[in-house]
């Protein structure tokens, strides 16, 4: 070894310096730096993991918001159409009890004006009969003579005779 | 106390013509019969005997048949 230039004592003495080297290193240097390393990748993964869970929390809550959305707009439909018909119904019932009354009201008026009309003929009829009895009257005590008198006279109480 | 029978005529009835009533209305004989004189009643007679009240004037008749019209 000699003769090839290689001191042993030396290279044992660089063998041991080596080692204690790398000891050293991997003790106090390496090791840290890699459990820091470690330890990085699992905040990242912990903070990967948080991020997945906020994402699908938020596409949850997203999904649920869209849902109770539809949700809200069918019911609010539902109740708008159930409104719309209910007014519907009510408009309706209103036109026909209006319709009603109108008639009822129609059938009065009518019944009222033929009575009315009924009342005017026999008031003017009778009235008529009043004038033409009374012209009747005027006339004959005008008009009779007195033997046109004793003439009727007689004959109403041959009359009454055969009555 | 004799009665009275008064006969309403629109003109004077003649002695017969009291006579031919009296033969048609006997409740009046022998009552003392007063002519009065109403050109209203137009024609016939209406005779009033005490309660008794006949009514045959034409006046009468015309006022009938306004009702019955």
Redesign the interface.
Known sequence: MENLGIDTKLLIAQVVNFLLFFFILKKFAVGPFLKFVKSEKEKEKEKAKIDEEITKAKTDWIQEEAKMKTNLKKESEKLLNQTKESAEKNRLEIITSAKKDIETMKSKAKQEIEEAKKQLEKDMESKM??LA?TI??KS??NY?T?S???E???Q??NN??KA | MDLKTVIV???KLAEE?IK??EQ?FPFIKGTTIENKID??I????IIKSGSKIVD?S??SK??N??KF?
Do not use: F, P, Q, W
């Open positions: 009969i009043d009895v009747v009257e004959l005590k009779l007195e046109a008198r004793r009727l006279t007689g109403m109480l009454l005779e | 005529s629109a003109y013509e031919s009533i048609k050109e209203s137009l024609a016939g007679i045959i034409l006046l015309l006022r048949l306004k019209i």
